[in-house]
């Protein structure tokens, strides 16, 4: 059996990751100014964030890629049954893989976080 979502509600559950994405983003750019300021005395350390943090905005840049052609192909569904609010769709394969990427990017990316903070907060 397929499970199915609200068309309103998978374009909601885009939009937010893709925003909460667009503010990982953010916080790179603040870990990477800090970083600038840390490197002559931490070349080692930060050399090694600095790979991290290249790491995660690509793998951003990647999941929103794919989240705004899965919000395309919505728009384009929507467009044929002329609203949003009112069909279920089926959850695709593809769906559950972005999800599935998105959340081990999520806790991925938070450990990054977590280990900069106490790593930044020693110096």
Do not use: C, G
């Not at 931490?42 to 964030?49: I, L, M, N, V």
């Not at 990054?112 to 110096?123: G, H, I, P, T, V």
């Amino acid at each position: 059996m397929s499970e199915s979502i609200a068309l309103k509600s998978l374009h909601l559950e885009y939009r937010i990751w893709i925003a909460e994405l667009n503010f990982d983003i953010n916080l790179i750019r603040i870990f990477n100014d800090s970083l600038l300021e840390l490197t002559p005395a931490y070349k080692a350390e930060t050399a090694s964030f600095e790979i991290k943090f290249n790491t995660s905005r690509e793998t951003i840049d990647e999941l929103r890629h794919r989240m705004h052609i899965e919000k395309m192909n919505l728009a384009a569904i929507t467009r044929d049954k002329n609203t949003l609010s009112q069909y279920e769709t089926r959850i695709t394969e593809n769906h559950k893989t972005i999800r599935d990427d998105f959340f081990r990017f999520r806790v991925l990316f938070n450990d990054l976080k977590s280990d900069f903070l106490r790593f930044e907060s020693n110096k």
